[in-house]
Protein backbone atom coordinates (compact mmCIF):
# COMPACT_ATOMS: atom_id res chain seq x y z
CA UNK A 1 0.00 0.00 0.00
CA UNK A 2 1.47 3.71 -0.57
CA UNK A 3 2.25 5.40 2.67
CA UNK A 4 -0.07 8.10 3.66
CA UNK A 5 0.36 11.41 2.02
CA UNK A 6 -3.17 13.30 2.85
CA UNK A 7 -3.06 15.05 -0.65
CA UNK A 8 -5.81 13.45 -1.91
CA UNK A 9 -6.54 10.77 -4.88
CA UNK A 10 -4.34 12.47 -7.46
CA UNK A 11 -1.28 11.81 -5.55
CA UNK A 12 -2.52 8.21 -4.46
CA UNK A 13 -3.17 7.74 -8.30
CA UNK A 14 0.18 9.25 -9.27
CA UNK A 15 1.93 6.97 -6.63
CA UNK A 16 -0.11 3.68 -8.15
CA UNK A 17 1.25 4.49 -11.39
CA UNK A 18 4.55 4.95 -10.32
CA UNK A 19 4.77 1.33 -8.46
CA UNK A 20 3.29 0.11 -11.99
CA UNK A 21 6.13 1.35 -13.63
CA UNK A 22 8.86 -0.14 -11.35
CA UNK A 23 7.62 -3.55 -12.09
CA UNK A 24 9.14 -2.93 -15.73
CA UNK A 25 12.66 -1.23 -14.82
CA UNK A 26 15.71 -2.16 -14.43
CA UNK A 27 17.28 1.12 -12.33
CA UNK A 28 15.59 3.78 -10.63
CA UNK A 29 17.41 7.29 -10.43
CA UNK A 30 16.08 9.33 -7.40
CA UNK A 31 16.16 13.60 -7.37
CA UNK A 32 16.92 15.10 -4.20
CA UNK A 33 17.29 18.59 -3.64
CA UNK A 34 20.98 19.60 -2.89
CA UNK A 35 19.60 22.12 -0.98
CA UNK A 36 17.67 19.90 1.49
CA UNK A 37 18.95 16.26 0.67
CA UNK A 38 17.49 14.64 3.45
CA UNK A 39 14.40 16.13 3.81
CA UNK A 40 13.22 15.95 0.07
CA UNK A 41 13.73 11.85 0.40
CA UNK A 42 11.22 9.56 0.97
CA UNK A 43 11.13 8.04 4.22
CA UNK A 44 9.63 4.67 2.59
CA UNK A 45 12.62 4.59 -0.18
CA UNK A 46 14.13 0.90 0.41
CA UNK A 47 10.22 -0.58 0.18
CA UNK A 48 8.85 1.53 -2.39
CA UNK A 49 11.72 0.66 -4.53
CA UNK A 50 13.21 -3.07 -3.28
CA UNK A 51 16.34 -4.14 -4.73
CA UNK A 52 16.47 -2.06 -7.65
CA UNK A 53 19.80 -0.59 -8.33
CA UNK A 54 19.43 2.67 -7.76
CA UNK A 55 21.37 6.06 -8.35
CA UNK A 56 20.81 8.90 -6.11
CA UNK A 57 20.85 12.68 -7.56
CA UNK A 58 21.70 15.74 -5.76
CA UNK A 59 20.06 18.41 -8.17
CA UNK A 60 20.18 22.28 -7.96
CA UNK A 61 23.96 21.96 -7.05
CA UNK A 62 24.51 25.49 -8.18
CA UNK A 63 21.91 26.71 -5.49
CA UNK A 64 23.48 24.80 -2.68
CA UNK A 65 26.11 25.05 -0.53
CA UNK A 66 29.35 23.88 -1.91
CA UNK A 67 30.60 22.62 1.55
CA UNK A 68 27.66 21.09 2.38
CA UNK A 69 27.19 19.08 -0.62
CA UNK A 70 30.37 17.81 -0.28
CA UNK A 71 29.71 16.43 3.02
CA UNK A 72 26.49 14.58 1.58
CA UNK A 73 28.26 13.38 -1.08
CA UNK A 74 31.37 11.76 1.03
CA UNK A 75 28.30 10.88 3.69
CA UNK A 76 26.43 8.89 1.46
CA UNK A 77 28.84 7.49 -0.65
CA UNK A 78 30.59 5.96 2.01
CA UNK A 79 27.36 4.27 3.00
CA UNK A 80 26.52 3.04 -0.17
CA UNK A 81 28.94 0.96 -0.17
CA UNK A 82 28.51 -0.94 2.96
CA UNK A 83 27.14 -3.87 1.91
CA UNK A 84 24.86 -4.32 4.91
CA UNK A 85 22.72 -1.06 4.57
CA UNK A 86 20.91 -2.42 1.86
CA UNK A 87 18.36 1.07 2.52
CA UNK A 88 20.75 3.33 1.18
CA UNK A 89 21.57 4.30 -2.55
CA UNK A 90 23.87 2.18 -5.01
CA UNK A 91 25.85 5.72 -6.18
CA UNK A 92 25.49 9.14 -5.78
CA UNK A 93 26.41 12.69 -7.65
CA UNK A 94 25.47 16.20 -7.66
CA UNK A 95 25.42 18.29 -10.60
CA UNK A 96 23.93 21.43 -12.28
CA UNK A 97 21.19 21.46 -15.20
CA UNK A 98 23.10 24.44 -16.49
CA UNK A 99 25.89 22.42 -17.88
CA UNK A 100 25.79 19.25 -19.67
CA UNK A 101 29.34 17.97 -18.31
CA UNK A 102 27.90 15.59 -15.93
CA UNK A 103 25.61 13.96 -18.97
CA UNK A 104 28.27 10.97 -19.76
CA UNK A 105 28.81 10.41 -16.14
CA UNK A 106 25.12 9.51 -14.99
CA UNK A 107 25.05 7.25 -18.14
CA UNK A 108 28.23 5.48 -17.47
CA UNK A 109 27.06 4.84 -13.97
CA UNK A 110 24.16 3.53 -15.03
CA UNK A 111 25.94 0.89 -17.17
CA UNK A 112 27.82 0.11 -13.94
CA UNK A 113 24.88 -0.39 -12.37
CA UNK A 114 22.81 -2.82 -14.57
CA UNK A 115 26.11 -4.82 -15.19
CA UNK A 116 24.79 -7.37 -13.29
CA UNK A 117 21.32 -7.40 -14.97
CA UNK A 118 22.81 -7.39 -18.20
CA UNK A 119 25.36 -10.37 -17.15
CA UNK A 120 22.17 -12.26 -16.09
CA UNK A 121 20.26 -12.13 -18.85
CA UNK A 122 23.47 -13.31 -21.23
CA UNK A 123 23.37 -16.13 -18.86
CA UNK A 124 19.84 -17.05 -19.26
CA UNK A 125 20.71 -17.08 -22.94
CA UNK A 126 18.37 -14.41 -23.21
CA UNK A 127 18.72 -11.46 -25.87
CA UNK A 128 20.26 -8.64 -24.87
CA UNK A 129 17.63 -5.65 -24.14
CA UNK A 130 18.22 -2.09 -23.13
CA UNK A 131 18.23 -1.84 -19.35
CA UNK A 132 15.13 0.40 -18.71
CA UNK A 133 15.59 3.59 -16.09
CA UNK A 134 12.99 5.58 -14.46
CA UNK A 135 13.62 9.31 -12.97
CA UNK A 136 11.40 9.40 -9.51
CA UNK A 137 11.37 11.93 -6.68
CA UNK A 138 8.85 14.53 -4.62
CA UNK A 139 7.32 17.57 -6.56
CA UNK A 140 10.06 20.03 -7.72
CA UNK A 141 12.80 18.76 -6.88
CA UNK A 142 13.84 18.47 -10.90
CA UNK A 143 12.51 15.37 -12.68
CA UNK A 144 11.32 16.18 -15.96
CA UNK A 145 14.54 19.01 -15.93
CA UNK A 146 16.54 16.09 -15.74
CA UNK A 147 14.85 14.16 -17.78
CA UNK A 148 15.37 16.45 -20.41
CA UNK A 149 18.73 17.07 -19.86
CA UNK A 150 19.38 13.27 -20.12
CA UNK A 151 17.43 13.18 -23.33
CA UNK A 152 19.00 16.11 -24.94
CA UNK A 153 15.58 17.79 -26.12
CA UNK A 154 12.85 18.91 -24.30
CA UNK A 155 11.00 16.28 -24.57
CA UNK A 156 9.55 15.51 -21.07
CA UNK A 157 5.89 16.83 -20.61
CA UNK A 158 4.14 17.73 -17.26
CA UNK A 159 1.65 15.10 -16.19
CA UNK A 160 -2.54 15.44 -16.29
CA UNK A 161 -1.46 18.52 -18.03
CA UNK A 162 -4.58 19.26 -20.58
CA UNK A 163 -3.79 18.63 -24.26
CA UNK A 164 -1.46 15.94 -23.93
CA UNK A 165 -2.97 13.11 -24.93
CA UNK A 166 0.00 10.55 -25.49
CA UNK A 167 1.38 7.88 -22.79
CA UNK A 168 4.64 7.60 -21.22
CA UNK A 169 7.29 6.45 -23.83
CA UNK A 170 10.86 5.08 -23.65
CA UNK A 171 13.34 6.86 -25.46
CA UNK A 172 16.61 5.65 -26.49
CA UNK A 173 19.57 7.56 -24.58
CA UNK A 174 22.07 5.73 -24.78
CA UNK A 175 22.65 1.81 -26.91
CA UNK A 176 22.40 0.04 -23.53
CA UNK A 177 19.82 2.61 -21.65
CA UNK A 178 15.76 3.46 -22.30
CA UNK A 179 14.69 6.19 -20.10
CA UNK A 180 10.87 6.77 -19.64
CA UNK A 181 10.32 10.26 -20.74
CA UNK A 182 7.28 10.81 -17.64
CA UNK A 183 9.12 11.03 -14.57
CA UNK A 184 7.87 8.92 -11.27
CA UNK A 185 5.87 10.83 -8.34
CA UNK A 186 6.75 10.38 -4.53
CA UNK A 187 4.67 12.24 -2.74
CA UNK A 188 5.88 14.24 1.01
CA UNK A 189 4.92 12.11 3.35
CA UNK A 190 4.95 11.60 7.59
CA UNK A 191 6.83 15.48 8.04
CA UNK A 192 7.84 16.26 10.76
CA UNK A 193 7.17 20.20 11.35
CA UNK A 194 10.98 20.78 10.79
CA UNK A 195 10.83 18.87 7.50
CA UNK A 196 7.46 20.17 6.26
CA UNK A 197 8.86 24.07 6.77
CA UNK A 198 11.93 23.23 5.10
CA UNK A 199 10.34 21.68 2.28
CA UNK A 200 8.20 24.55 2.00
CA UNK A 201 10.95 26.64 1.78
CA UNK A 202 12.03 25.53 -1.04
CA UNK A 203 8.64 25.29 -3.15
CA UNK A 204 8.75 21.17 -2.78
CA UNK A 205 5.07 20.73 -1.21
CA UNK A 206 2.06 22.25 -2.46
CA UNK A 207 1.39 26.21 -1.45
CA UNK A 208 -1.92 25.43 -0.23
CA UNK A 209 -0.44 23.29 2.47
CA UNK A 210 1.21 26.06 3.96
CA UNK A 211 1.17 29.81 5.33
CA UNK A 212 3.69 31.52 3.51
CA UNK A 213 3.77 33.97 6.39
CA UNK A 214 4.74 31.21 8.61
CA UNK A 215 7.12 29.78 6.58
CA UNK A 216 9.37 32.84 5.83
CA UNK A 217 9.17 33.76 9.64
CA UNK A 218 10.81 30.04 10.24
CA UNK A 219 13.12 30.81 7.10
CA UNK A 220 14.76 34.03 8.34
CA UNK A 221 15.11 32.44 12.10
CA UNK A 222 16.93 29.24 10.72
CA UNK A 223 19.46 30.87 8.46
CA UNK A 224 20.04 33.72 10.94
CA UNK A 225 21.30 30.89 13.05
CA UNK A 226 22.77 29.19 9.77
CA UNK A 227 23.53 31.70 7.39
CA UNK A 228 23.76 34.89 9.05
CA UNK A 229 26.33 36.56 6.66
CA UNK A 230 23.18 35.86 4.37
CA UNK A 231 20.87 37.84 6.25
CA UNK A 232 23.33 40.81 7.18
CA UNK A 233 23.76 41.06 3.52
CA UNK A 234 20.08 40.70 2.16
CA UNK A 235 18.82 42.90 5.19
CA UNK A 236 22.00 45.71 5.27
CA UNK A 237 21.63 48.05 8.35
CA UNK A 238 18.98 45.62 10.70
CA UNK A 239 20.17 44.03 13.70
CA UNK A 240 21.04 40.41 12.93
CA UNK A 241 19.30 39.22 16.38
CA UNK A 242 16.29 40.70 16.16
CA UNK A 243 15.77 41.09 12.16
CA UNK A 244 11.85 39.96 11.62
CA UNK A 245 9.77 39.81 8.61
CA UNK A 246 8.46 43.55 9.46
CA UNK A 247 12.06 44.84 9.51
CA UNK A 248 12.50 43.44 5.52
CA UNK A 249 8.76 45.08 4.87
CA UNK A 250 9.86 48.57 6.41
CA UNK A 251 13.55 47.97 4.41
CA UNK A 252 11.95 47.12 0.95
CA UNK A 253 8.68 50.00 2.06
CA UNK A 254 6.17 47.32 1.24
CA UNK A 255 2.94 49.32 2.96
CA UNK A 256 -0.42 47.98 2.09
CA UNK A 257 -3.25 50.63 0.96
CA UNK A 258 -4.19 51.63 4.08
CA UNK A 259 -0.08 52.27 5.24
CA UNK A 260 0.14 49.26 7.03
CA UNK A 261 3.33 47.11 6.43
CA UNK A 262 2.53 44.58 3.90
CA UNK A 263 3.99 41.08 5.36
CA UNK A 264 2.15 38.94 2.67
CA UNK A 265 4.42 40.74 0.24
CA UNK A 266 7.66 40.70 2.12
CA UNK A 267 6.86 36.59 2.40
CA UNK A 268 6.55 36.06 -1.02
CA UNK A 269 9.58 38.43 -1.99
CA UNK A 270 12.02 36.91 0.62
CA UNK A 271 10.41 33.07 0.06
CA UNK A 272 11.22 33.92 -4.20
CA UNK A 273 14.39 35.03 -3.29
CA UNK A 274 15.61 32.30 -1.11
CA UNK A 275 14.03 29.82 -3.73
CA UNK A 276 16.04 31.58 -6.77
CA UNK A 277 19.09 31.63 -5.57
CA UNK A 278 19.22 35.34 -4.85
CA UNK A 279 19.98 35.45 -1.27
CA UNK A 280 23.22 33.05 -2.09
CA UNK A 281 24.09 29.48 -1.51
CA UNK A 282 22.31 27.32 1.08
CA UNK A 283 21.71 23.58 2.38
CA UNK A 284 19.53 23.46 4.77
CA UNK A 285 19.97 19.76 6.01
CA UNK A 286 23.23 19.35 8.08
CA UNK A 287 24.68 15.66 7.41
CA UNK A 288 25.65 13.51 10.17
CA UNK A 289 28.67 12.36 11.36
CA UNK A 290 29.47 9.17 9.28
CA UNK A 291 29.16 6.08 11.31
Given at each position: M???????S????????L?????????V??????????????????E?????????V????????S?????W????????????????????????L??????????????Q?????R????K??????????????????????????????NK?????K???T???????????????????????????????????????I?????N??????????????????????Y?????????S??????L???L??????????????????LRN?RL????????????
Amino acid sequence: MPPKSGKGSGHATAFKSLQDTLKWVDLVIEVLDARAPLSSRHPNGQEIFGHKPRLVVLSKEDLADSNKVREWLALMTTQSQTPQKTELPNSVLSLSLKTQKNRGRILDIALQLTEEKRAALKKKGLLPRPMRAVVVGMPNVGKSSLINWIIGKNKAKAANKPGVTRGPQWVRVHPEIELLDTPGFLPAANLTEDVRLKLAMLNLIPETTYNAEEVSRHGLGLLKKTYPTIIEQYMPGTELSSASLEDFATLRHFLTHGGKLDTARAASTFLSDLRNGRLGRMTLDKAPPPL
